[in-house]
């Protein structure tokens, strides 16, 4: 069965500074993977997306996530935090053969000044 | 401008008293998605919808319907409201394919007393 674990609920980064924010998924098929940015009392946005192409893959706002099948992970960096990334990460798989996405239990990132 | 539109975007309401939070789409998606938002636990699924008069349940339908009578509209109905039902529900669509991301509407805040 299809699963997704983000490994950490909080991350806390100075501004200028590398971001990482760990996604695991558990998946029988080749997943499709995505991460979704939530900024408070807003709707969630798509940040990027993996679906079988290149595992290295870019999103929006210098963000992006390599796909490592041997690690089962999608980690999501950025080489520099920006005050403004201060907002909840959300990992999603897409399950095989279904319409249905699984969400993680997202990742609170914190950027201080 | 492509989007999902949801009303209201805060409520409060009593126990036991029916309302429906409406949605709406303007990029012609097939697919649909209630979901709602509780701390600690991501995004959870409602129900869902493949096509016009295709409904499905999702993982958390307790308590709720939905009906999907033309391809733009997908309104949430709690029938008999309860305090358990207080949560953050947001309205998602995408294309009828799993490599396409959601997009999805601003959020409903739902307080049930």
């Known amino acids: 069965a299809q699963s997704v674990t983000q490994l950490d609920s909080h991350v806390s980064v100075s501004e200028g500074t590398p971001v990482l924010l760990r996604c695991n998924y558990s998946?029988?098929?080749?997943?499709?993977l995505f991460w979704y940015v939530q900024h408070p009392n807003k709707g969630l946005q798509l940040l990027l997306k993996?679906?079988?192409?290149?595992?290295l893959v870019k999103g929006i706002n210098g963000f992006e996530a390599e796909f490592k099948k041997s690690e089962t992970s999608f980690h999501l960096t950025k080489p520099s935090a920006h005050m403004s990334d201060a907002a909840e990460y959300f990992c999603v798989v897409s399950v095989a053969g279904t319409y249905k996405y699984i969400f993680g239990t997202g990742t609170r990132l914190k950027v201080l000044a | 401008e492509a989007q999902v539109t949801q009303n209201p975007r805060y409520l409060i309401t009593v126990t036991g008293k029916k309302l429906t939070v409406t949605c709406s789409q303007n990029?012609?998606?097939?697919?649909m998605s209630w979901y709602r938002q509780d701390p600690g636990l991501g995004l959870r699924q409602i129900y869902y919808?493949?096509?016009?008069?295709?409904?499905d349940k999702g993982d958390v339908p307790e308590g709720y319907k939905v009906s999907r009578k033309e391809k733009r509209n997908f309104p949430l109905i709690l029938e008999s409201p309860s305090p358990n039902q207080t949560s953050l529900y947001f309205c998602?669509?995408?294309?009828?394919?799993?490599?396409?991301?959601?997009?999805f509407g601003s959020g409903t805040r739902l307080t049930v007393v």
């Open positions: 993996y679906t079988s192409a290149a595992t």
């Open positions: 990029m012609n998606h097939e697919y």
């Open positions: 998602a669509s995408r294309s009828n394919s799993e490599n396409y991301g959601y997009t």
């Open positions: 919808s493949m096509n016009v008069e295709v409904t």
């Open positions: 998946s029988s098929y080749s997943p499709s």
